[in-house]
């Protein structure tokens, strides 16, 4: 005989941080080799075991480098950016993982887009609070993350909630790489019209009601520049209404 009995199944050689690894690449999208050893560094403090590791499910058909990244500048001073292959999604629908808001669009962009709520997710479970991804949120009532306006739609980068012991604070996060103007006088996108969007979606609680959100409601906003952020300060603080509406990442406490 071949042995095929005592041929051990391919998803025994899996770890737990290794399915972790996979559940949290699913959830964000693809992420940076730091950003994934700072996800389980409570529990696995060795930062070159990681790295070998994740270069072993690279080799193993679980993970792979997507070829954007070698098309920046300098891409050899950058750590890999992984993410997940077919064989991965195939195990993940398999045992039932929900269809997550992967963040889409530019390299950059949405790269950032997934580093940004991965770090959020790190720092709130590290204070021992509760990280609900978009899918959890979506399942609600069934919604789209697009939200419906009079004449247009409004769609955030990335949707999560916190639960902490005093309750849950849900969230829409824009991620601003500085591509568009501050002001646009055509109908095309720019940091004005995006406000004024908003200002639609928060009037008459439609937001939350399209959602089928309880808990209270806040737009965070991550820029890529400081002159944009001094300029986005200055649009939000002109409105009371705005400045209960909008803040800032690092201003956020997770």
Not at 11 to 39: I, M, V
Not at 129 to 138: E, G, K, N, R, V
Not at 194 to 222: C, M, S
Not at 244 to 251: I, K, T
Request: one cysteine or more; hydrophobic letters at 40%.
């Amino acid at each position: 005989m071949d042995g095929a009995f005592n041929r051990p199944s391919p998803l025994a050689a899996l770890t737990e941080r290794d399915r972790f690894w996979l559940a949290f690449l699913h959830r964000h999208g693809p992420l940076p080799s730091h950003l994934l050893y700072e996800a389980t560094k409570a529990t696995h403090r060795c930062k070159d075991t990681a790295l070998r590791r994740l270069q072993h499910l690279r080799e193993t058909g679980w993970l792979c480098l997507p070829q954007q990244q070698f098309r920046l500048p300098k891409p050899d001073f950058n750590p890999y950016v992984y993410d997940l292959t077919p064989r991965a999604l195939q195990l993940l629908a398999t045992q039932g993982a929900p269809d997550h808001l992967r963040p889409t669009g530019h390299w950059l962009h949405l790269t950032g887009v997934a580093a940004t709520t991965a770090r959020i997710e790190i720092a709130t479970t590290t204070r021992g609070d509760a990280f609900i991804p978009a899918a959890t949120i979506l399942t609600l009532k069934g919604a789209p993350v697009a939200i419906p306006l009079a004449r247009s739609k409004l769609i955030p980068d990335a949707v999560f909630a916190i639960r902490r012991p005093e309750g849950y604070r849900a969230y829409l996060l824009e991620y601003d790489r500085g591509t568009e103007p501050l002001v646009s006088p055509s109908f095309r996108k720019s940091l004005t019209r995006n406000l004024e969007a908003y200002d639609e979606a928060f009037t008459h609680d439609r937001a939350r009601q399209h959602y089928g959100l309880k808990a209270p409601l806040r737009v965070i906003w991550v820029f890529g520049s400081e002159a944009r952020e001094r300029a986005f300060t200055a649009m939000v603080g002109e409105t009371p209404t705005r400045q209960q509406r909008h803040e800032l990442l690092r201003n956020l406490a997770v």
